[in-house]
């Protein structure tokens, strides 16, 4: 027996096996590659293709509909089912969709090939119980095809008889309790219109409050950063050392230049007494000097420069210094940031998907990480109106919190904590504040 063959009946064994939808989604997306490589997988589920929607992927445990890539998959989708092909296999290259698909493919830097298998149900006359995409670099070949062909057939059984099962033992156990759930649901109406405090979660950290940037005053490459994170500065202190090399060369010329100029001055001065067409020179040889007095004094200013001392007391903010040795910097660049460990703020970057309606001065409650058991109070500040991507390739907004007057005179949390922070928003009734994020994903789904 072949280790695809093996490999096939495992899979099939695991699809049996699984007790629910997410359970049987989560193999589909992930054990797959057991059978066929690829880099990707996406299922997608909807009956007879009505409105397919994305439902798990690959190597992802929850799907984010606000992700760029998400969106994408479902506009794919809604294209191909739109031109009627959607009901067979098909191999999609970006050459085979419109031009705005196409660039979003590109854009998104994903695979080269897409494979578009249909989750049959053959128990109900070939109806199309999902989808399951694929997408690696090289095509796929007629055999991987064959096998991806039987393997939906089993796919798209199991997901039918999930669905099935799940909304029959749904409607058997609500007709039999029908009473109790009447009163049920007349006491659960009353809560849900209780009054509570929408909230919301998200990342923290702790920055210093209206810090010194040292940015890069010339361009030219660092040579060593001297302090250490954290280490205490005071003004002048020196902070970071550019190659001078070249520098010091042009400050010695000018050096000798201007040198030169003032022998040649001080000779047509002293020999102006005997040769008055030497005083003609005068007044050239005089500009001559200030010129070369110019260039001078820029060359040792450059030169001066190139040590960036602090200008002010307090700590150095800064990753590893080792990591800015021999790198070419830009004027203007940043390098570090020296700040008042006793002046901080937090930053919190709301994800776009967590995000509420805010006011300045709300409340938010933030949980560092060092001491998960105390809350330090804060206000809201300052928050944008615009998105930005974070580094887990996330958007959020950026709100700034301060210290509360209540934690004025207790000792600030050290610069670059993390943690948690909680912001309060408006008072909303119990059922928008457990079903918030239903109802966008639901009005996104929707269209209105």
């Not at 500009?287 to 307090?314: C, N």
Request: hydrophobic fraction near 45%; include cysteine.
């Amino acid at each position: 027996m072949s280790d695809t063959v093996a490999a096939l009946l495992g899979l099939e064994q695991q699809l049996r096996k699984a007790s629910d939808l997410a359970q049987l989604s989560y193999t589909l997306v992930n054990q797959t590659h057991t059978c066929v490589p690829y880099t990707q997988a996406v299922l997608l589920v909807g009956e007879r293709l009505q409105r397919p929607q994305v439902v798990a992927a690959s190597d992802l445990p929850t799907v984010d509909y606000t992700s760029p890539y998400i969106a994408w998959v479902e506009q794919l989708s809604k294209f191909f089912i739109g031109q009627g092909n959607g009901e067979k296999q098909a191999l999609l290259r970006p050459s085979d969709l419109d031009t705005e698909l196409a660039n979003e493919w590109r854009e998104l830097e994903l695979p080269d090939f897409v494979f578009w298998q249909p989750l049959r149900v053959e128990a109900r006359n070939g109806e199309i119980a999902g989808v399951l995409l694929l997408l690696r670099d090289k095509a796929w070949s007629e055999a991987e095809q064959s096998v991806l062909q039987h393997l939906a057939g089993s796919a798209g059984h199991a997901l039918f008889a999930l669905r099935r099962g799940y909304q029959l033992t749904q409607l058997r156990t609500s007709l039999q309790n029908r009473k109790v759930w009447l009163v049920g649901a007349a006491v659960l109406f009353l809560v849900m219109m209780l009054p509570v405090r929408l909230s919301t979660l998200a990342p923290v950290e702790v920055v210093p409050r209206s810090p010194h940037v040292v940015a890069a005053p010339l361009e030219g490459v660092v040579r060593q950063v001297v302090v250490k994170p954290n280490q205490q500065v005071q003004p002048g202190d020196p902070l970071v050392f550019l190659e001078d090399t070249e520098l010091a060369s042009k400050e010695a010329v000018a050096r000798q230049a201007l040198s030169v100029a003032e022998a040649e001055l001080r000779t047509v001065q002293q020999g102006g007494f005997l040769d008055p067409n030497q005083k003609a020179k005068l007044a050239e040889l005089e500009a001559q000097v200030r010129l070369k007095q110019a260039e001078w004094q820029f060359a040792r200013d450059q030169l001066e420069r190139s040590s960036i001392k602090a200008d002010q007391p307090g700590v150095a903010v800064l990753d590893n210094p080792d990591e800015w040795k021999g790198r070419p910097v830009r004027v203007g660049e940043r390098i570090m940031q020296v700040a008042d460990p006793a002046r901080v703020e937090f930053k919190v970057m709301l994800p776009v998907k967590d995000s509420i309606s805010l006011i300045p001065g709300a409340e938010v409650k933030v949980f560092l990480d060092n001491d998960p058991l105390h809350a330090w109070s804060a206000h809201l500040s300052e928050s944008s109106y615009e998105p930005k991507t974070t580094p887990d390739q996330q958007l959020a907004y950026r709100l700034i919190a301060q210290l509360s007057e209540a934690e004025q005179g207790n000792e600030p949390p050290r610069i670059g904590l993390r943690g948690t922070a909680k912001v309060y928003g408006e008072k909303v009734s119990v059922f928008f504040y457990l079903f918030r994020r239903p109802i966008t994903s639901v009005r996104q789904w929707l269209g209105w």
